[in-house]
């Protein structure tokens, strides 16, 4: 049993721990802990923290490139568009926006490139941070009057007609982390260790399992823990908010696509018998695997099982269209020509075409950004007309 001390924000230190002491086992499940760190809605990361995200912050996701991510993703949403039969409006779903910077680039695109689109868009932000919300207020007030702040819960069920999308959202939702003991599949909580003058900190312990819903995951994506293939002390992680995530997305949504970019495995190789896990954290762009130290000042991540979001999908109406690699998704898309048009841009400089074409390499890279997966899933959409422009190279 690891000893974990905590640091930073005593804050959110005191609210974790009343929260502990408030339990009748003086414990929290893992999951709670993450939530409660992140998503605080005074303290969390994404609250304290929303503004420090990008290459100067703890870490960088695709809009940070340039523009391009987010041209490219209007152009298959174009394409739904006329899938569709270019209903009005056409509502563009949005989890977990960010800073903002994401939309801005399609809603500059479409403004630009095809404004009857544009004028036939619903742009809908569901964001948990205050904070966030605000950046992305300020960000996009040219275009406020096609876009509207909502909860899921606040969205009628089967009232969406068009297409819903995250980029980097599942990966952060809260994770229930298991563990064989003795043979038996187990759970890890946290509890409080020591309360000081300024903060508390925290240690493991590991009990049954809080809800019968961890047996069921392992059910629905066909992987027998435990079992002997799997070492003593073995442990891994449990998205069960994914699930819950992806079932209200899925009543909301009466027709149309649901895409999801994230980095993840395949079941199989989630659970692979020598991988421990996946949940990692980022500080100032270093990595590591304790979430028990900068408490509120780190983001904590785990990788996303898209055989569970498959799997589950179908039960809740969608359809699995394809699964990609973004590099793949992109290319298809377009993005090869963009990097074959910077050797005919005589009006930038040296420097600025080499950023460029670098940032443009990093979004196809299969070792970084380019590996992440791209799910498309769809709900009353013919098989004929499920194929769509991302999806035209080979998928994995």
């Not at 996009?140 to 999308?165: A, D, M, R």
């Not at 950023?355 to 899933?377: A, C, E, K, T, Y």
Request: glycine share 6%; with cysteine.
């Amino acid at each position: 049993m690891r000893q974990l001390v905590s640091d930073f924000n005593p804050a959110l230190c005191e609210v974790i721990a009343l929260r502990i002491a408030e339990t009748p086992q003086h414990r929290i499940t893992f999951a709670e802990y993450m939530d409660l760190v992140l998503y605080h809605s005074q303290h969390g990361y994404y609250t304290t923290h929303a503004t420090q995200l990008g290459k100067q912050g703890d870490f960088f996701t695709s809009p940070h490139l340039g523009a391009d991510f987010g041209e490219l993703l209007a152009e298959q949403f174009l394409q739904i568009w006329e899938i569709l039969e270019k209903p009005i409006p056409f509502t563009l779903l949005e989890m977990g926006a960010g800073q903002g910077i994401l939309a801005l680039d399609i809603l500059n695109y479409l403004e630009q490139r095809y404004p009857d689109f544009l004028a036939a868009l619903s742009y809908v932000i569901i964001e948990r941070s205050p904070t966030l919300i605000q950046e992305q207020q300020q960000r996009l007030q040219k275009y406020h009057s096609h876009i509207q702040w909502l909860t899921l819960e606040e969205i009628p069920e089967n009232s969406i007609v068009g297409c819903c999308f995250s980029n980097e959202l599942v990966d952060a939702l809260p994770v229930h982390q298991i563990v064989i003991e003795n043979g038996q599949l187990r759970e890890i909580y946290v509890t409080t260790q020591t309360a000081t003058s300024s903060h508390a900190t925290f240690t493991e312990v590991v009990g049954e399992l809080s809800t019968a819903k961890i047996v069921e995951y392992f059910d629905l994506i066909k992987i027998t823990l435990p079992s002997p293939a799997y070492p003593e002390g073995y442990r891994s992680e449990v998205n069960l908010a994914a699930l819950d995530w992806l079932k209200i997305v899925a009543a909301r949504l009466q027709r149309g696509y649901l895409l999801t970019i994230d980095y993840g495995y395949s079941a199989s190789r989630y659970y692979n018998p020598i991988r421990q896990g996946t949940l990692q954290c980022y500080y100032r762009h270093h990595r590591h695997n304790n979430p028990f130290i900068y408490i509120g000042q780190q983001d904590i991540t785990a990788h996303v099982d898209f055989t569970a979001l498959q799997a589950w999908g179908e039960l809740c109406g969608l359809t699995t269209v394809g699964l990609t690699q973004q590099g793949l998704f992109l290319m298809a898309l377009g993005l090869g020509n963009r990097i074959a048009a910077l050797s005919t841009s005589p009006q930038q400089s040296v420097q600025k075409l080499l950023q460029r074409r670098d940032s443009l390499h990093q979004l196809i890279d299969p070792m970084g950004l380019g590996g992440f997966n791209v799910l498309v899933q769809s709900k009353e959409i013919a098989i004929a007309d499920t194929q769509l422009k991302g999806l035209d190279l080979p998928l994995i």
